[in-house]
């Protein structure tokens, strides 16, 4: 054998060594890298900032069904859910609305263990959004009731503002989710969209007749004018429901030349004084109704 011919063995023999070495320590890089982010992914609430609300910490969300929501707060057993673009402050802020509504007097107790327990056994939860392809992007379990709001919507500065400027829409979504899912499945005979519910009745004569959509035009004296096509009857019960409440509680008190065109009776006496029917069903102690309108700040 040529001393050529020992010189190219001896060349792919060192070839095929330092190939080895370098396939050995690609698997043990890839092997480190992949221990690295298997630890991330087990020990992954350490990315979740808990938040400095002294009653609500945000948590890791790993519940099925639910994987588009990377983090949630629990009010009393009923999880609000957040994308991971939304802001902590607005998946606070949502959570404490929503407790403010549970525990009105702030006692640190459901007001209404009924709606509460008819809440938690619908499996009836909150989610916020950033963008309108998050809330496309995430679909209802089977079984379960959700409410969304868009961070846009949520504006706590509306609170310590005096009640001017933009307003914090999470008081109506929260009051709609605690309607729809607790209030009109608990009485139904009260405040369903069942045409002789009470509530309805109220409405009927808030709008002057019995429209299953919006009419094109109300009779005169209606001050209840929901006119958007989309809200049928089960949609206005629920918006009537809120308007009523809201009004009693404050909401709307500077808010009259913005909502007249749908509601007009912006304040508790003008309730008082002019629906009568909704008046008696809101101030009927019976239902552990709210009295003071959330801001955003539980406080127990």
């Not at 808990?50 to 609500?56: L, T």
């Not at 609000?80 to 525990?103: E, G, I, M, R, T």
């Not at 963008?131 to 969304?148: A, C, R, S, Y």
């Not at 009640?163 to 989710?177: A, I, K, Q, R, Y």
């Amino acid at each position: 054998m040529s001393n050529h011919t020992i010189h190219i063995k001896n060349k792919q023999m060192l070839h095929k060594k330092h190939f080895r070495r370098l396939v050995l320590f690609t698997f043990l890089l890839v092997g480190f890298t992949s221990c690295i982010i298997n630890d991330n992914i087990k020990d992954s609430s350490t990315l979740i900032d808990p938040g400095n609300d002294p009653n609500f910490k945000i948590i890791l969300n790993t519940d099925n069904g639910y994987e588009v929501f990377n983090r949630k707060v629990m009010v009393f057993n009923i999880s609000v859910y957040a994308f991971p673009s939304v802001a902590d402050s607005k998946l606070l802020h949502v959570a404490n609305v929503l407790a403010q509504y549970l525990d009105n007097d702030e006692d640190g107790i459901v007001d209404n263990l009924t709606i509460h327990n008819e809440l938690k056994a619908n499996n009836s939860f909150l989610f916020i959004w950033q963008t309108e392809t998050e809330k496309e992007l995430f679909v209802i379990p089977d079984g379960h009731h959700g409410k969304n709001i868009g961070t846009d919507a949520i504006n706590s500065i509306w609170h310590s503002n005096g009640h001017t400027g933009d307003f914090d829409n999470s008081l109506e979504t929260t009051w709609n989710f605690m309607s729809s899912f607790g209030f009109e499945a608990t009485y139904p005979l009260i405040f369903s969209n069942q045409a002789n519910s009470e509530i309805s009745i109220a409405m009927d004569v808030a709008r002057g007749g019995n429209f299953q959509n919006p009419p094109t035009t109300y009779p005169n004296g209606a001050w209840f004018t929901e006119a958007a096509v989309t809200c049928n009857y089960e949609c206005q019960v629920t918006t009537y429901n809120y308007w009523v409440l809201s009004s009693m509680l404050g909401a709307q008190k500077n808010r009259l030349t913005t909502i007249e065109n749908e509601w007009k009776l912006n304040t508790r006496d003008k309730v008082q004084n002019e629906d009568l029917k909704a008046w008696a069903i809101f101030t009927n102690t019976s239902y552990n109704l709210p009295t003071v309108l959330p801001d955003g700040t539980y406080k127990h």
